[in-house]
């Protein structure tokens, strides 16, 4: 069984579409009976309103090098203070967040707390002035059966205020199928960050799909009785959520302290299932080194009592409220097991101590070209690392310095020291690498493949080279042409074997010298011009190109069967797109191109049409927010005209400068319609580097 | 039993016309004795990244490539699309230009011969209509052994041709070269001489260089869409391409007199 988190990346949503169709017929035929039919409009009117759309702008990183996209989810509104419930995994690597209520009124949010191990976390709505909000409550137990009418709420691939309806299929279900081990469930739901280790899930048939992760799950009480988390993208109608009770605490945790203090024991548990025994639950796995193994407890050992309380996992269903029971004990408190190794009866003592995070932060470091995350113990005992302390590389831009070192660095070293200085964090790296007058190269021990190893690298500070690429040039005439052989010539009445000028443009050497549309080439310096086949007109252009640059020249042409001759003087060709100046604009995250002559002619500008053309757009940066598309001409940023990349980019400093700034217009040109799109201020980062 | 006399009668041609090539093969050891004494120095590695940028960023792989030194101070040939692909020529109906990514490529790196560092090296220029480009090695060492290419000659059908080439450093960075003939010659579309042989600068068996040696591949492409099912084993259009050495001499002394593009840091 493969399930996947429902939070919808931008790029999804027409991919799948196809799906929608399928589940909409489906979701009709579940309608409940009409008798919960007023139920259901009580529940809905009690939740929907406040179920809300949820836009984050991520930052995840690729090769090396950080990545802004949008995604999207679904939340409720959970207190009056506007805290908004919702999945980790929709907040996960969120660097500015907005909310879209059930009425249209969309506001910015700010990250309360996230709690990865149960995969939920709070927003807090940060509206303009104070604000009560209405709000929705969790249930305080989960009293589901199977058969029970629940309604699925929010955004299905962004389509807000959705309902759906459906039956709880089973209200304890552990994602464990019956060609799983147990043993590796955790691993998994979700390497370096194991989610659902102290819940069961309700799975439920009511239609959800990416963009619903983080939205309710409603009985006809109109009380949040789970969390929409999970579900199968093919092969049915299987979701799964969160329990609400078990949210609920999570949610108030999080408001409350900003996160979630759990204890760990250091070993790992399994069911009985399959054992013989009856009583207690099974020690899977021990870590090594640990406390638990210096305090004599061995994998195989059965658990029989905690603290004198007689504990049970008869099956893998009943681990769950056990891991629970275990993550509350108190932080810092004595713990007394009773265990049953081979008969014999033995105590086990050991010190409950506070959970570390799973997960360390990933950053982007740009003077070594990579990407790296924060190692944590946890980490670096599931990769077997010797180190402990460490900047774990998941990425590496190819060509930067990482990728140029002397070996290069590649994903999964992990860096220790850098010039002899430890590195645990970024900030660790930046004070050991700090930009100097000359670059010098820095000596990085790291750790690979379970050797200590060195490696030379030179760091490079600033901007990033991005020159055009540049062309010879080469004589021109100016027009487009149709290839006409003999036979196709005689044929269709031409006279003669030649190439037909299909486009002409303006003030070209050819325009100039009087040619026209439908003019027939015929000869070349006195040279017949015959085409070899009626597809290809390279070899006219390659005649052209031999000839000398500003030179003359003359073609003999037919025109209406009438011989006539032009004198042209050869100019150069105009410079193709990869000859042209780009310029990556780093708070816009947009790569924009001078606009060329080929572009004037590709969008059937005026030659003397000026602008600045965008050639990529990051959907998450602040372009893309403004829906800047790749192949728009950008021709007036705030009040100035903008002709180069460089006059768009003080443009934009001088919009962002000014004292009453608002939304910053753009005047766009988009295939036949000018446009006017709005950037808003605080999707501009300047401190971003500009690579040019 | 037809079927076998046939097939044996087949076999004893097919063993028959082996027997006469190995016959007429000759031993090149002294034209590659010659000939890696001549210009071997001269062919050397480069590494380079290239972009293509996708949905607003770019996607970088580096890559590798093999380049002969045309000049003493730094001046290199390299392949066209070693700096930049136009995939409008890969796509059935391009459009206007634009329309299709273009990738381009930075951060070059040139290894000499016998060196074990990797120094920076910046575009000069490029003739897409050759299809070839020129990087100049920064900071470069005095007095590089260089290729003349004014010292060319003349590529005919029927001539053989030795192509110098350098291995990777996991292979020792070792000169070696391969024998090429020319099959024909072309002026349509352009001028090029039709050959088998390996890409690169190509040598008389005296030393002298008398063309560039390449791949098409947006031609190979359209012409193997244009190609049916392939069963019709039309093989005549299957050849590299040799640009005539005084079309490469020509180009290269204008792209000598230019500077570089810019610098990368």
């Known amino acids: 069984m493969r399930n996947i988190p429902f939070v919808l990346r931008s790029a999804l949503f027409a991919l799948t579409m196809i799906f929608l169709g399928g589940n909409a017929a489906r979701a009709d035929q579940l309608l409940p009976a009409p008798s919960d039919s007023n139920r259901i409009a009580t529940a809905r009117d009690r939740v929907l309103p406040v179920v809300v759309s949820i836009l984050t702008v991520r930052q995840d990183y690729r090769q090396g090098e950080p990545l802004l996209s949008v995604s999207s989810g679904s939340g409720t509104v959970v207190s009056a203070q506007g805290h908004i419930a919702t999945n980790a995994h929709v907040t996960q690597n969120g660097k500015s967040f907005r909310i879209v209520f059930a009425d249209g009124r969309e506001l910015p949010a700010k990250l309360v707390g996230t709690d990865t191990l149960s995969d939920i976390a709070v927003l807090q709505v940060q509206p303009p002035k104070p604000e009560t909000f209405a709000f929705a409550e969790f249930a305080k137990t989960l009293d589901l059966r199977p058969g029970d009418t629940v309604l699925a709420m929010g955004a299905p691939w962004g389509l807000s205020n959705s309902m759906s309806a459906g039956v709880v299929n089973n209200p304890r279900r552990l994602l464990v199928s019956l060609f799983d081990d147990e043993a590796e469930y955790e691993d998994s739901i979700g390497e370096d960050e194991p989610t659902g280790r102290y819940y069961a899930w309700i799975q439920h048939d009511a239609a959800i799909a990416p963009g619903n992760s983080g939205g309710p799950l409603v009985d006809l009480n109109g009380r949040i009785v789970g969390v929409n988390t999970r579900g199968m993208i093919v092969g049915g109608d299987l979701a799964f959520a969160i329990p609400g009770p078990e949210a609920g605490s999570v949610v108030r945790s999080l408001i409350d302290n900003g996160r979630v203090r759990r204890v760990s024991l250091g070993f790992r548990l399994r069911s009985l299932k399959g054992t013989g025994f009856s009583e207690g639950v099974l020690v899977n796995a021990v870590e090594r080194g640990s406390v638990p193994e210096n305090a004599g407890l061995r994998a195989g050992d059965r658990i029989l009592k905690l603290n004198g309380e007689a504990i049970n996992a008869l099956q893998p269903i009943d681990l769950p409220a056990l891991q629970k029971h275990i993550a509350e004990l108190p932080i810092d408190s004595k713990v007394v097991l009773e265990v049953d190794r081979d008969g014999k009866r033995r105590q086990v003592e050991l010190k409950a101590t506070e959970q570390i995070r799973e997960r360390g932060d990933e950053n982007a470091f740009p003077p070594f070209g990579i990407s790296a995350t924060q190692l944590t113990a946890a980490m670096g005992r599931r990769r077997s690392l010797d180190s402990t302390q460490g900047l774990l590389v998941t990425g590496v831009r190819p060509g930067g310095p990482a990728a140029v070192a002397r070996p290069e660095l590649t994903e999964g070293d992990l860096l220790l020291s850098v010039d002899g200085k430890p590195v645990t964090s970024l900030a660790d790296l930046n004070l050991a690498a700090r930009p100097g007058a000359e670059a010098k190269p820095l000596i990085i021990r790291l750790e690979r493949d379970g050797e200590q190893r060195l490696s030379l690298l030179t760091p490079v500070f600033g901007d990033q080279a991005r020159t055009p690429l540049p062309e010879l040039p080469k004589a021109w005439v100016g027009v487009e042409v149709q290839p006409f052989t003999a036979s196709l010539a005689r044929e269709i009445g031409l006279g003669r074997p030649g190439y037909r000028i299909s486009r002409i443009y303006p003030g070209s050497p050819l325009a100039k010298a009087g040619a026209k549309v439908g003019d027939l080439l015929v000869a070349l310096e006195g040279e017949p011009l015959k085409p070899a086949n009626e597809t290809s007109s390279e070899g006219f252009d390659q005649r052209v190109h031999d000839l000398t640059l500003d030179s003359h020249a003359k073609f003999s042409a037919l025109r209406d069967g009438k011989p006539l001759d032009f004198d042209v003087t050869l100019a150069a060709s105009p410079v193709d797109t990869s000859g042209l100046r780009t310029l990556a604009v780093a708070g816009l995250r947009a790569q924009l191109r001078e606009l060329g002559f080929y572009d004037r002619v590709g969008l059937k500008l005026p030659m003397d049409r000026s602008g600045v053309i965008i050639d990529g757009v990051e959907s998450g940066g602040a372009a893309g927010l403004a829906h800047l598309k790749r192949g728009d001409v950008i021709i007036q940023l705030g009040d100035r005209s903008v002709s180069t990349p460089d006059e768009l980019s003080k443009a934009l400093d001088h919009s962002l400068a000014l004292a009453h700034g608002g939304l910053i217009p753009l005047q766009v040109i988009r295939g036949s319609q000018t446009r006017i799109l709005y950037l808003e201020r605080y999707w501009l980062n300047a401190d971003a580097p500009e690579s040019r | ?265």
Request: aromatic share 8%; charged share 20%.
């Open chain 2, 1 to 265: 039993m037809k079927s076998f006399y046939r097939s044996a009668l087949l076999t004893v041609f097919l063993l028959a016309f082996s027997a006469a090539q190995a016959a007429t093969v000759e031993d090149y050891r002294d034209i590659y004795r010659d000939l890696t004494a001549k210009h071997a120095q001269a062919v050397v590695t480069v590494k380079f990244v290239m972009s293509v940028t996708s949905s607003g960023k770019e996607e970088r792989i580096e890559d590798r490539t093999q380049a002969l030194l045309v000049s003493a101070d730094g001046l290199l040939l390299v392949p066209d699309r070693a700096v930049s692909v136009d995939f409008s020529a890969f796509m059935p109906s391009s459009g206007s230009q634009g329309a299709a990514p273009v990738a381009k490529s930075s951060d070059f790196r040139v290894r000499l011969a016998g060196s074990d560092d990797w120094l920076p090296a910046d575009l000069v220029t490029r003739d897409s209509q050759l299809g070839l480009a020129w990087l100049r090695v920064r900071q470069s060492p005095k007095d590089l052994a260089f290729v003349n290419l004014a010292d060319g000659i003349r590529a005919e059908p029927g001539m053989v041709f030795f192509s110098l080439l350098r291995t990777s450093d996991e292979w020792g960075g070792v000169p070696v070269f391969r024998p090429g003939l020319v099959m024909g010659e072309t002026h349509t579309p352009k001028t090029v001489l039709l050959v088998d042989g390996v890409p690169g600068m190509a040598f008389s068996a005296d030393g002298h260089p008398i063309g560039y040696v390449d791949i098409d591949f947006g031609r190979m492409m359209r012409s193997s869409r244009n190609g049916g099912s392939g069963l019709g084993l039309d093989v005549a259009d299957v050849a590299l391409q040799m640009t005539p050495i005084d079309k490469v001499a020509a180009a290269t002394a204008q792209a000598a007199k230019l500077p570089v593009v810019a610098s990368g840091k």
